[in-house]
T-cell receptor, first 111, second 114 residues
């Protein structure tokens, strides 16, 4: 079952701007992960944040996790045209057995 | 280089036919997964396997079957019982179930019913 819900569904920004995507989920998690998917390709793992962590950085990516609100955000700073893709959050649920994926946010970065 | 290979990239199936999608990994991962992706639907879990010779149904297993005879291989058969098989199919693997590592995905197979 799909547990994560990303917001917004679509986002259009210009190069150099920051992009923020949000993810909400419903049940307790072990960790939350973000993935990128270029059109017609497989998903690529970006970053994982554990349930006892509040913030994590990787290059131009910053992820936050608020377990009290059951929400996470992904910030991409100084975006580039190559960041154009769909971004998915996925939750490793304590009572589950595989990652649950949201429907994704489609990001368009224009030069 | 280690990774997951899915084949074929494109597959066309006539109504009433069974077709098999290949998924091979050389990452020495224990866990493997099959997801289906439809436009605007995100990814939905079909089957998963935590170890050789063992697999479990996911959320949408009806009309699909799998086998896990080798650690490296997790083929998915789309049977004629699957009413709407046109979709993008993604195979993934993980070191093991419940690891704090991300999944590695293949590049997908796009199946179309003609």
């Amino acid at each position: 079952s799909q547990q994560g819900e990303e917001d917004p569904q679509a986002l259009s920004i210009q190069e150099g701007e920051n992009a923020t995507m949000n993810c909400s989920y419903k049940t307790s998690i072990n960790n939350l992960q973000w993935y990128r998917q270029n059109s017609g390709r497989g998903l690529v793992h970006l970053i994982l944040i554990r349930s006892n962590e509040r913030e994590k950085h990787s290059g131009r990516l910053r992820v936050t996790l608020d377990t009290s609100k059951k929400s996470s955000s992904l910030l991409i700073t100084a975006s580039r045209a190559a960041d154009t893709a769909s971004y998915f959050c996925a939750t490793d649920v304590r009572s589950g057995y595989a990652l649950n994926f949201g429907k994704g946010t489609s990001l368009l970065v224009t030069p | 280089d280690g990774g997951i290979t899915q084949s074929p990239k494109y597959l066309f199936r006539k109504e009433g036919q069974n077709v098999t999608l290949s998924c091979e990994q050389n990452l020495n991962h224990d866990a493997m997964y099959w997801y289906r992706q439809d436009p605007g639907q995100g990814l939905r879990l079909i089957y998963y396997s935590q170890i050789v010779n063992d697999f479990q149904k996911g959320d949408i297993a009806e009309g699909y079957s799998v086998s896990r005879e080798k650690k490296e291989s997790f083929p998915l058969t789309v049977t004629s019982a699957q009413k709407n098989p046109t979709a993008f199919y993604l195979c993934a693997s993980n070191v093991r179930e419940r690891s704090n590592y991300g999944y590695t995905f293949g590049s997908g197979t796009r199946l179309t019913v003609v």
